[in-house]
C-alpha cells in the first residue's frame, strides 16, 4: 500500500469535530458551490458530491435542502475559502482550512490560537511545500470488479493509489484531477458516497508523549473555531 493509505489509515484513529460542526462546514460548502455553478445538482457536479458527503455524514434531507436554498437566496453570506500555514511546538508544520465571511476575524483567532499555543503563524507557502493537495473519492464497489485493471485504466486519468476501506472503493489523486476522475466516475456508472479534499504531509516527524500532548492543544483550539473547516499536520498520530 502506499502514502495515502497509511497517511489514512493513522487519521481513521484520531477524528475530530461533533456532528453538529460537520453539518456546519458541508452547510458552508454547498453555499460555496452553489454561489459557483447554480443550485441544480444535475449541472453542478461539485454541489453534487456534496450531497452524497451530507447522506454519508447522516445530514438530515431537509437540511440539505435548507442549504441550497439558503444559499441561492441574497441573504446567503459570501463565504471565501482561506489556507493559513504555520508552525506548532516542537517544529510541526500545519495547514488550517477555512470557510469564512470574515477573514479579519478569521486570521486574528487562528493568529491567537497559535501564540497561545507557542506556536507561530507563518506567512503564505511557508509550509504548503510540504504537503502534497489530494482528492479523494469513496465509491460502492462493483461486483467482480478487478482493482489493478481498475487502476490502470485511471492512471490516464491521474489515479494515484486505489484500495478498499470498509467495503467502499477509495481512490486517490492530484488535487487537480477531481473534476476528471469524478466525470470517468459517473459516465462508467460508479455510485459515489463522498469525495474530500486532503492534505499529505511528505515526511512525518515523531513526538514523544508530552511533545504531542502541546501540539494536541492548538489541534483542539483549531478545529473548535466555527470557520475552520480542516486542520493537517505533519505528526506522527
Known amino acids: 500500500m502506499g502514502r495515502a493509505f497509511e497517511y489514512r489509515k493513522a487519521r481513521k484513529l484520531k477524528r475530530w469535530g461533533t456532528m453538529a460542526k460537520t453539518f456546519t462546514k458541508i452547510g458552508k460548502e454547498i453555499a460555496i458551490a452553489v454561489k459557483a455553478a447554480g443550485p441544480n445538482p444535475e449541472s453542478n457536479?461539485?454541489?453534487r458530491v456534496l450531497i452524497q458527503n451530507a447522506r454519508a455524514a447522516n445530514m438530515p434531507k431537509?437540511?440539505?435542502?435548507r442549504a441550497i436554498?439558503?444559499?441561492?437566496s441574497k441573504d446567503q453570506k459570501?463565504?471565501?475559502?482561506?489556507?493559513?500555514e504555520g508552525y506548532a511546538p516542537h517544529g510541526i508544520a500545519i495547514?488550517?482550512?477555512s470557510a469564512t465571511d470574515n477573514n479579519t476575524?478569521?486570521?486574528?483567532?487562528?493568529?491567537?490560537?497559535?501564540?497561545?499555543?507557542n506556536g507561530a503563524l507563518g506567512t503564505t507557502s511557508s509550509v504548503e511545500f510540504m504537503f502534497e493537495h489530494k482528492c479523494h473519492f469513496k465509491v460502492v464497489m462493483k461486483d467482480g470488479l478487478d482493482l489493478e485493471e481498475l487502476e490502470l485504466e485511471m492512471i490516464d486519468y491521474g489515479v494515484e493509489e486505489i484500495f478498499e476501506e470498509d467495503e467502499l472503493l477509495?481512490?486517490?489523486?492530484?488535487?487537480?484531477?477531481?473534476g476528471n476522475i469524478q466525470k470517468f466516475l459517473e459516465e462508467n456508472g460508479f455510485e459515489i458516497k463522498g469525495a474530500e479534499f486532503e492534505r499529505i504531509p511528505t515526511d512525518i516527524k515523531e513526538l514523544t508523549e508530552d511533545q504531542k500532548a502541546d501540539v494536541d492543544k492548538l489541534?483542539?483550539?483549531l478545529e473548535e473555531d466555527e470557520d475552520v473547516t480542516n486542520v493537517f499536520h505533519n505528526m506522527k498520530e
Open 78 to 84: 459570501d463565504y471565501k475559502e482561506i489556507t493559513y
Open 69 to 72: 436554498k439558503k444559499a441561492s
Open 219 to 221: 489541534l483542539e483550539k
Open 45 to 47: 457536479a461539485r454541489l
Open 95 to 97: 495547514m488550517v482550512e
Open 105 to 117: 476575524r478569521t486570521v486574528a483567532n487562528v493568529r491567537s490560537y497559535f501564540n497561545k499555543c
Open 62 to 65: 431537509d437540511n440539505v435542502e
Open 170 to 178: 477509495v481512490i486517490y489523486a492530484p488535487f487537480e484531477s477531481y
